[in-house]
């Protein structure tokens, strides 16, 4: 289904075969973690995991074609796919959909997306038309700091 393999970004994962919409690709968990790192998951507010394997190599987009999973009491990080996905594609994730600032990656985005946003960001610069758009693929710690903010205000 998936291979590891060198890209243009480094290590990256890329389908060896269709993945149609919806398909759960990947799945994992891993230990906590004391901060964010490079190849961590934020799953909660001051929760962050690794997930050993090929979760972990999954390459940053503005436009990516996978969605990451993540929900309170559940110990799994799921990717899906957000659209078919042919051979020899890479596997691309939005960081934003769960973490909620990027600390690591301060350089210029390199996606090549038409709707790259300049840079990597967290949740916190995240437009809220691509909010809508990846529901319900934002993790469920940050939905509901979303919805706090937005009773406040």
Request: hydrophobic share 25%; aromatic share 12%; glycine share 12%.
């Given at each position: 289904m998936i291979e590891i393999r060198d890209g243009r970004l480094g290590k990256g994962v890329y389908a060896t075969r269709p993945l149609e919409k919806?398909?759960?690709i990947l799945r994992g968990w891993g230990p906590r973690v004391p901060g964010r790192t490079r190849h961590s998951f934020q799953v909660d507010h001051d929760t962050h995991i690794l997930v050993p394997g090929p979760i972990e190599l999954i390459n940053?987009?503005?436009e990516p074609n996978c969605g990451v999973w993540i929900r309170r009491g559940v110990e799994a990080?799921?990717?899906h796919a957000l659209r078919r996905i042919e051979p020899g594609e890479e596997l691309a994730t939005d960081y934003a959909t769960f973490e909620y600032e990027i600390r690591f990656l301060d350089g210029p985005c390199q996606c090549g997306?038409?709707?790259c946003r300049g840079r990597i960001t967290?949740?916190?610069?995240l437009p809220v038309e691509r909010r809508a758009a990846y529901d319900p693929y934002i993790a469920e710690f940050l939905q509901e700091l979303d919805a706090v903010v937005h009773e406040a205000g």
């Open positions: 919806g398909e759960i940053h987009s503005c990080v799921e990717i997306s038409p709707h967290g949740y916190w610069d």
